[in-house]
C-alpha cells in the first residue's frame, strides 16, 4: 500500500475519534445508542489507491478497475465523499 495512502487512512481514522469525543460522555445513552458507526467496504481502501492515481473518474472507469459491479461502487464512492476524500462524481447505468 502507498504511504500516501496509508497517511489518508490514519487521518480517517482521527477524524472518526475526534468525532467520537464530540459526543462527550454528557450525551445520552438513547444519543450514543443511535449514533452507528460506518462500516467502510472491504474494497475502501483499493478505491481509495485507485483514486489517488487519477484525478476524476467515474462509477464505471472504478468499477472496471476494482472489477466489481457498479452498484458497490456507487457505495464506496459515497463513502469516500462522506470521508472527504471525493467530491461530485458522475454514477453510469
Known sequence: MDE???VIL???DDIDSR???LEGPDASP???AEVKKVE???LFSKAVEVMDKIDEMSSKQLSDALKIDVKRVETIM???EAAGLGTCYTKEV
Do not use: F, P, W
Open 4 to 6: 500516501s495512502v496509508k
Open 10 to 12: 490514519k487521518k480517517l
Open 19 to 21: 468525532l467520537k469525543n
Open 30 to 32: 438513547a444519543t450514543k
Open 40 to 42: 467502510r467496504d472491504a
Open 78 to 80: 459515497d463513502q469516500l
